[in-house]
C-alpha cells in the first residue's frame, strides 16, 4: 500500500510528542505530587503514552522508516513546548496533562478523519485510552472548589499551554508542509490550517469547563 | 492465609523500589541517551519497573494493607540512594541500571527462598523479566572497548552504587527487624545478615566481569 507523503512525518510528530509526554509527566509525578497515591495515579498515565510510543514506532518501522529519523525534525519543537510550559505545583501539572493529552487526541482524531486507512486502526488504540486523563479533571476541579483563587491562575496558565502549543504546531506545519497537508488536505489545503486551530482552540474551551476554570 | 509479620513491609519496600527506578530510568535515559533510539532502549526498561510496581502495589492491597503505607517507611533510604548515585553521562546510567536491576533481583531470590507461599508467584513474575538489562552490558562492554580509560572509572562507580545500596540496606534492616528476619530466618536469625550481604556482594563481582570490569 501506499501512504500519502506526510504518514511518516505524522507518525513520527506522534511518537516523539509521546515518548516526551511520558517522561515529562513521570518526572512532574515525581516530584509535584503530593502523595504515593497521586504519584502513582500519574504515573498510571505516563505509561499509557508509553504504551502509544511503542505502537506509533513499531507502525513506522513496519513502513520500512527508521523510527529515529522520522522522530527526531519534531524533536525541538516539542522539547521547547515543555520546557516552556514546566508546570510549577500538582494542579498545573494535573491541568497540563488533560489539556496536553487533550491537544494530543484532537490531533489524532483529525488525522483519523483525513488519513490514510493504514493508520486508522493505530488511531483507534490509541482512542481507546480515551478519558483515562479523566481524573486529573477531578482533582482540579476540586482543588479550585477548595481554593477559588487558584482557579484563575489556572485558567491563565492553561490558556499558555495551548498557545505555546498552536505556535509550535504553526512552526512544525510551516516547516513540514507536507505533514501540514495530510492534516487539512480533505477540506482543500493549507487554507484550513486556521480552521483547524479554531477546532482545536473550541475542543480547548469544553475542557477548560470541564475543569471548572 | 496468616502472613510472616515482614511480608508488607517487604512488599511496601520493592513497591517502592520499583516505582523509583521506573522514574530515574525515565530520568537517565531522558537526559543522557545519545540517541532516540538508545532513549527508548532504557525507557521500555523503566516501564517494565512500573509493571512490577503495579503488580505490588496490587499484592499490597489484597493483603489489605494501603499502598501508600507500607511503601513510606522506605521512602527516605531509596531517594538517598538514588541522590547518592545520580549519574553523570550514559555509560554510567546504564551500569547504575544493570547493577540496581541485579541487586533487586538478588533481593526477589533471596525472598522467594525464604519466602512466604502467599507472594511466590509474585516474585516469579518479576524474576521473569531477568535478563532485559542485557542490552545494558552489551553496551558498556563495548563502551569499554572503545575507550579502556573509562572501565576503571566505571568499576569505581558500580563499586560506589553497592557501597550506597548495602549502606542504605543496612540501616532499613536495624529499623524494620522483622523485616530483615524475613529475609533470613530460614538461617538463623540476625547474624545471617552479613552472608546475605556477602552473598549479593559475590553476585555483584560477577556482574562486574559480565561487563568487563
Do not use: N
Request: with cysteine; hydrophobic share 50%.
Amino acid at each position: 500500500m501506499k501512504e500519502s507523503p506526510g504518514v511518516v512525518d505524522l507518525l513520527g510528530v506522534l511518537a516523539y510528542a509521546e515518548l516526551s509526554a511520558y517522561a515529562r509527566m513521570t518526572e512532574d509525578a515525581t516530584t509535584l505530587a503530593p502523595s504515593l497515591a497521586d504519584r502513582a495515579a500519574l504515573c498510571e498515565l505516563a505509561v499509557t503514552e508509553y504504551a502509544h510510543f511503542r505502537l506509533l514506532r513499531d507502525r513506522l518501522a513496519e513502513l520500512g522508516a527508521a523510527p529515529d529519523e522520522a522522530m527526531s525534525p519534531f524533536v525541538a519543537a516539542v522539547d521547547a513546548w515543555h520546557a516552556q510550559t514546566k508546570p510549577a505545583d500538582w494542579l498545573q501539572a494535573l491541568v497540563k496533562t488533560y489539556v496536553g493529552d487533550g491537544i494530543a487526541h484532537d490531533f489524532y482524531r483529525e488525522a483519523s478523519r483525513h488519513l490514510d486507512p493504514s493508520i486508522a486502526d493505530l488511531v483507534d488504540e490509541v482512542l481507546v485510552d480515551e478519558g483515562r486523563s479523566q481524573f486529573a479533571v477531578e482533582r482540579v476541579r476540586a482543588g479550585v472548589e477548595a481554593h477559588p483563587a487558584a482557579g484563575a491562575r489556572l485558567a491563565l496558565w492553561a490558556r499558555r499551554l495551548v498557545g505555546e502549543a498552536l505556535s509550535q504546531a504553526q512552526q512544525v506545519a510551516s516547516a513540514r508542509p507536507e505533514l501540514a497537508l495530510l492534516l487539512v488536505e480533505a477540506d482543500g489545503g493549507q487554507a484550513d490550517i486556521s480552521r483547524l486551530f479554531a477546532k482545536l482552540t473550541e475542543e480547548h474551551g469544553k475542557r477548560m469547563a470541564a475543569m471548572g476554570l
